[in-house]
């Protein structure tokens, strides 16, 4: 989470502080090569006692550099890419953008070739002034997935029924399809999230969970993508995401989307991409 003060401006004071601690930048680093960790897998790697680590994580979480997801009875410590996006956008990109990304691209090929670990479970999280409500329909209604996705999803969103994400060029043709495999409405969804032509591949389709946490108006919307291909689906989806739910954001908090948003993603499922 970003926090936001009067007016709208973007209050990086909590942020910097936490990445001023040198202990605090070892757990993302820690999270950066690995993401989704618990807290003793934490303090394992970092030899650390778990009430000090506890502390730092609290500070990271509060800042919104870091997402806590519950598994049973587990909690789960993700990076949050959206607070490092707005950091790199505001403070980095600007002023050197083309050279930038071409760096960034070489690393990531260089990554790639070099290391074979399982791709981490993607988390993005926002925070929408709405109701847990509105962002359920907003996730289910095929009218308003078009306005802000390019794609209409159509289920009857029961749980082991199918569902498409439609093309709006008037085809009916689907590009993602999958199942539900839990609707909790207005809190919780699961779906398998793969390519349309209903080839499941080895590793079977990804796994997208929307979580809805609703709190003063205020919803807070986590969405888990997991089983994934390899690093090239998880660089195609931690490019859509962030687009998709920015247009959804805006629809249900102004009325209206964003202008030219990139709203697309590729099909992404565990065995291929596509």
């Not at 999270?31 to 934490?42: I, P, S, Y």
């Not at 996006?85 to 070489?106: N, Q, T, V």
């Not at 349309?196 to 990804?206: F, I, L, Q, T």
């Amino acid at each position: 989470m970003i926090w936001l003060v009067d007016g709208g401006t973007v209050d990086w004071d909590p942020v910097f502080r936490a990445l001023a601690d040198r202990t605090r930048r070892l757990f993302l680093d820690r999270l950066r090569e690995q993401d989704g960790q618990t807290l003793g897998e934490l303090c394992a790697r970092l030899g650390m006692a778990r009430q000090s680590a506890t502390q730092h994580l609290d500070v990271l979480v509060r800042a919104g550099l870091v997402t806590v997801v519950r598994r049973g009875r587990e909690r789960l410590h993700f990076l949050n890419p959206a607070a490092i996006s707005e950091i790199g956008e505001r403070w980095i990109s600007s002023f050197d953008r083309p050279r930038l990304d071409a760096l960034r691209a070489i690393r990531q090929r260089a990554e790639e070739l070099s290391v074979s670990e399982p791709v981490p479970t993607y988390v993005y999280v926002t925070y929408i002034r709405a109701g847990a409500e509105q962002v359920w329909q907003a996730l289910t209604d095929a009218d308003l997935t078009a306005r802000y996705w390019g794609h209409a999803n159509v289920s009857d969103w029961q749980p082991g029924s199918r569902w498409e994400h439609r093309r709006t060029d008037g085809s009916g043709a689907a590009d993602v399809a999958g199942r539900v495999l839990e609707a909790d409405p207005p809190r919780r969804l699961v779906m398998t999230f793969g390519a349309a032509d209903g080839e499941e591949p080895a590793g079977g389709d990804s796994v997208v969970t929307f979580l809805i946490e609703p709190s003063a108006g205020i919803v807070r919307l986590t969405v888990t993508h997991e089983n994934l291909a390899d690093r090239t689906a998880l660089g195609e989806i931690s490019h859509g995401w962030p687009a998709v739910l920015a247009n959804l954001k805006s629809l249900l908090e102004t009325g209206e989307v964003l202008p030219e948003a990139p709203w697309e993603m590729a099909p992404v499922r565990a065995g291929t991409t596509s």
